[in-house]
């Protein structure tokens, strides 16, 4: 007889429905009062949402393409999103991607930092480490200000660009001379038409994908076969729910032969997102010439025109490169850091004190460091010694000057700000390592008091 699962959500097939309602306790956000429960019930994304994403929208329009209702949706398959609504009104989106951490996005509509203490502790109640990702500069600075303790770092590879409109319009200036080398090109050897998109052309937008799909895989190999396979899926998805969704698109067809084509839809009041472009790439300037007419034809009005991010992969950085934002939305990941009497309490290993290490510590020696500096945190249970002491961890140093404590032993003026960066990360590494119970026999899940955590 098989046993039973730990309740976790790694028990269950990603298609499982997610439990009605979890159990996510307030703890008190910056105040120090006593933790309190709550009741949020997570719900995996559906077309059905449309609606409550867009009245959270209206409290605070959107920045990012992360955010957006439509690229969640056509993503869900890769995410596995699942959101909730705190109990502020602020709604909470999670994501579960399959080959990464899970992470929430910011907080849509949220007022205060308690609504991100709230958001962190409902994935710490799920059994997940708390993680903000694709979070915009703007949201980033508040955090920055109303909990400094948590850590705040530049995401560069999931930064949006942004193009002015009327550049990609006319193509002007010598930052785009190449450009419109490549679009004259297009114009005068290709016998072109472009199309408002509509449901009689679906069919061969799905051909033309299909070649795009097949060329790529040649080019890439085939480790990058399944992204391909889930990009190709998005397509699918958005197309299916064109009209659903509020979108346009434009063709180009070449001898009545559609080529390329292009689908978007309005981010904010002045702002164009576009969530798919494809073509031949065999046919010189065909991109050029999608990319303008489509603002020239569909959305004559727009002011900017926002082309999402590069992935962090370098042929489509140069891609987005070359067509000379105007500017970037930029994109920060922020991890809770919890510390008694301020922010939200998360997910612990165990009962932790706050220890001080104290500066000063003699060199060790080649090979060996410590803490140094003054560095404070919490300290997870497994770093306790008897009678509550706090013993000092020790990691190897980096082998760089900045490796070493910013003191009379010869290292860096620096130094001390990269041994309190490694005492944190060391810490962490501690704190996940410990745990209270045995693995569930089914996922190897480890239950422990912060909730279910990967063994």
């Known amino acids: 007889m098989s046993p039973p699962p730990c309740g976790s959500e790694y028990c269950r097939p990603p298609d499982a429905a997610v439990?009605?309602?979890?159990?996510?306790?307030?703890?008190?956000?910056?105040?120090?009062?006593?933790?309190?429960?709550?009741?949020?019930?997570?719900?995996?994304?559906?077309?059905?949402?449309?609606?409550?994403?867009?009245?959270?929208?209206?409290?605070r329009p959107l920045v990012g393409s992360d955010a957006s209702f439509t690229n969640m949706l056509i993503w869900q398959n890769y995410y596995r999103y699942v959101w909730g609504i705190l109990e502020s009104g602020a709604l909470c989106v999670m994501a579960r991607p399959a080959d990464g951490p899970p992470f929430s996005l910011a907080p849509a509509g949220a007022d205060d930092a308690g609504d991100w203490d709230a958001a962190a502790s409902l994935m710490a109640s799920v059994g997940e480490e708390p993680l903000f990702s694709r979070i915009p500069e703007r949201e980033a600075e508040f955090i920055r200000a109303e909990r400094p303790g948590w850590e705040v770092e530049a995401d560069r590879a999931n930064d949006d660009y942004v193009y002015d409109a009327e550049k990609l319009r006319t193509l002007s200036g010598r930052s785009m001379h190449q450009k419109k080398n490549h679009y004259n090109h297009f114009i005068q050897n290709f016998r072109a038409e472009f199309l408002p998109i509509t449901r009689d052309l679906f069919p061969e937008l799905k051909r033309v994908e299909d070649k795009w799909l097949t060329l790529k895989t040649e080019k890439e190999g085939e480790g990058a076969a399944t992204h391909l396979a889930m990009e190709r899926e998005a397509i699918h998805a958005i197309l299916e729910n064109f009209e659903a969704l509020g979108q346009k698109g434009l063709a180009v067809t070449i001898d009545g032969r559609i080529e390329a084509f292009t689908v978007g839809e309005m981010l904010s009041p002045d702002t164009l997102l576009?969530?798919?472009?494809?073509?031949?790439?065999?046919?010189?300037?065909?991109?050029?010439?999608?990319?303008?007419?489509?603002?020239?034809?569909?959305?004559?009005?727009?002011?900017?025109?926002?082309?999402?991010?590069?992935?962090?992969?370098?042929?489509?950085?140069?891609?987005?490169?070359?067509?000379?934002?105007?500017?970037?939305?930029?994109?920060?990941?922020?991890?809770?850091?919890?510390?008694?009497?301020?922010?939200?309490?998360?997910?612990?290993?165990?009962?932790?004190?706050?220890?001080?290490?104290?500066?000063?510590?003699?060199?060790?020696?080649?090979?060996?460091?410590?803490?140094?500096?003054?560095?404070?945190?919490?300290?997870?249970?497994?770093?306790?010694?008897?009678?509550?002491?706090?013993?000092?961890?020790?990691?190897?140093?980096?082998?760089?000057?900045?490796?070493?404590?910013?003191?009379?032993?010869?290292?860096?003026?620096?130094?001390?700000?990269?041994?309190?960066?490694?005492?944190?990360?060391?810490?962490?590494?501690?704190?996940?390592?410990?745990?209270?119970?045995?693995?569930?026999?089914?996922?190897?899940?480890?239950?422990?008091?912060?909730?279910?955590?990967?063994?």
Not at 36 to 56: C, G, M
Not at 283 to 290: Q, W
Not at 293 to 322: A, T
Not at 392 to 403: A, F, M, N, Q
């Open 19 to 59: 439990p009605p309602s979890v159990h996510a306790p307030d703890r008190g956000g910056s105040s120090g009062m006593p933790p309190s429960e709550t009741s949020v019930s997570l719900v995996p994304l559906s077309l059905s949402d449309r609606e409550v994403f867009k009245a959270a929208e209206g409290r």
């Open 274 to 455: 576009v969530h798919v472009e494809k073509g031949n790439p065999e046919i010189r300037g065909i991109y050029v010439a999608l990319c303008s007419h489509f603002v020239r034809q569909i959305y004559p009005e727009v002011q900017f025109v926002n082309r999402e991010q590069d992935l962090g992969l370098p042929g489509l950085r140069r891609s987005k490169e070359s067509l000379k934002p105007h500017h970037f939305v930029r994109k920060f990941t922020v991890r809770p850091r919890w510390a008694p009497g301020g922010g939200a309490a998360g997910p612990s290993a165990g009962p932790h004190r706050t220890a001080v290490f104290a500066r000063g510590r003699r060199d060790p020696g080649p090979g060996r460091g410590d803490y140094g500096s003054e560095t404070s945190g919490p300290v997870p249970s497994g770093l306790r010694l008897a009678g509550g002491a706090v013993r000092s961890p020790r990691t190897p140093r980096c082998g760089t000057r900045r490796g070493r404590r910013g003191d009379k032993s010869g290292g860096s003026p620096g130094g001390g700000r990269h041994v309190r960066r490694v005492a944190r990360r060391v810490c962490r590494m501690a704190a996940l390592r410990t745990r209270e119970a045995a693995p569930c026999s089914i996922c190897g899940i480890r239950p422990t008091e912060g909730g279910i955590r990967p063994a």
